[in-house]
T-cell receptor
Framework: AQKVTQAQTEISVVEKEDVTLDCVYE???????LFWYKQPPSGELVFLIR??????QNEISGRYSWNFQKSTSSFNFTITASQVVDSAVYFC??????????????FGTGTRLTIIP | EPEVTQTPSHQVTQMGQEVILRCVPI?????FYWYRQILGQKVEFLVS????????KSEIFDDQFSVERPDGSNFTLKIRSTKLEDSAMYFC???????????FGQGTRLTVV
């Protein structure tokens, strides 16, 4: 069975600090996809990144970066120079090798990030 | 930019009533999903739909739930007889093929009283 663990329930940092959100996953599949979604106070789910299990290269997008380590089954997310607009709940998610027509996401419990001005 | 649209944004219904939540997926997408998020909890998969049939459903998706794509654009989730515990945010999502990111709608907050 798949499982995603986000051990940090809530994090608060002062604006401009860097912050890392942890994500640890479990799966028996050799091919899978990892995702991060942002849920701002307005409630929608905003896609941030998708990573294939065969691609362990770290990725940077502006102030966001992701560290994928298969050896520790982790897919951590770092925000550099945090801003108040980064305040949201962040979900890590996992999908197994998609069956024909199926892309079921297993979500973690989320980390509520609060950026203090 | 194309987006998934859900209506209504908020629905209040009495226990035992039927509700239909509506979604318009992105037009060229082929795979459709419903997820549920009870307030303050994680997002949970309900059902996936492809080629006019259910591909997979979770144990949450019992006989009270059904999905339908009545025409070329809408994708609906019906709850036949709502219970208090059905109160949640319901998200529709779509993707153009398996293995790509699913785009989520803004959600419908269902409150059962």
């Amino acid at each position: 069975a798949q499982k995603v663990t986000q051990a940090q329930t809530e994090i608060s940092v002062v604006e401009k600090e860097d912050v890392t959100l942890d994500c640890v996953y479990e799966t028996r599949d050799t091919t899978y996809y990892l995702f991060w979604y942002k849920q701002p106070p307005s409630g929608e789910l905003v896609f941030l990144i998708r990573r294939n299990s065969f691609d362990e290269q770290n990725e940077i997008s502006g102030r966001y970066s992701w560290n994928f380590q298969k050896s520790t089954s982790s897919f951590n997310f770092t925000i550099t120079a945090s801003q108040v607009v980064d305040s949201a709940v962040y979900f890590c998610a996992l999908s197994d090798t998609p069956n024909f027509g199926n892309e079921k996401l297993t979500f973690g419990t989320g980390t509520r990030l609060t950026i203090i001005p | 930019e194309p987006e998934v649209t859900q209506t209504p944004s908020h629905q209040v219904t009495q226990m035992g009533q039927e509700v239909i939540l509506r979604c318009v997926p992105i037009s060229n997408h082929l795979y459709f999903y419903w997820y549920r998020q009870i307030l303050g909890q994680k997002v949970e998969f309900l059902v996936s739909f492809y080629n006019n049939e259910i591909s997979e459903k979770s144990e949450i998706f019992d006989d009270q739930f059904s999905v339908e794509r009545p025409d070329g654009s809408n994708f609906t989730l019906k709850i036949r007889s709502t219970k208090l515990e059905d109160s949640a945010m319901y998200f529709c999502a779509s993707s153009d093929r398996g293995g790509t990111e699913a785009f989520f709608g803004q959600g419908t907050r269902l409150t059962v009283v």
